[in-house]
């Protein structure tokens, strides 16, 4: 196929979040800090350029990167965050945007599990691209850190620290209708 280049813009969030920054740009902030000098929490999303695969076969389409830090959210714990990414496709010079939502639980700073998690939406219908004139199905299959083999749609980051994992996807060619 040949090359394609990723970026990606947090969007915005489902509630209104205290401290919210970053919202078009490819880093996302949101809460007070805890403590005087502290960090907030929020994503980054890194695109990068990769071959792209259209056999079915999973690739990695950009680098997700969690930062969890102790932060006030007035009551806020579970908010969805919107990343488009936009998949630039070098061989055909055109664009396609992907929509992503991730499901954000924050946890009480002081819990017996302070992890926060990020779930990645399920797709259920794989959106759809032309890419020299045949037709694939593109579906986000989740997440991967370097240590894994496997993708998953969820991850946890521990309190206090940041974590990253990459974002895989899969182009699938659609069977031909018969008529």
Known sequence: MGLIETSGKFTGTSVDLPGLTGVHTNQIRWGQPATAGGAVSGYDFEGHPVEA??????????????????????????FWVYLTVTVHFENGNFNHDINLRFRHDETPNQSAHPNDAVQ???????????????????????????????????????????????????????????S
Not at 53 to 75: A, D
Not at 137 to 155: K, N, P, Q, W
């Open 53 to 78: 695969i259209l056999n079915g076969r999973e690739f990695p389409i950009g680098q997700f990167t969690h930062h969890n830090y102790p932060v006030l959210l007035s009551g806020q714990s579970q």
């Open 120 to 178: 990645l939406q399920e797709f259920r219908e794989p959106e759809r691209v032309y890419i020299d004139n045949v037709e694939y199905d593109v579906e986000i299959t989740g997440f991967r850190r370097l240590t894994e083999t496997r993708t998953a749609t969820s991850f946890d980051v521990k309190e206090g620290g940041s974590d990253n994992a990459w974002i895989f996807a899969r182009f699938q060619r659609r069977a031909p209708v018969e």
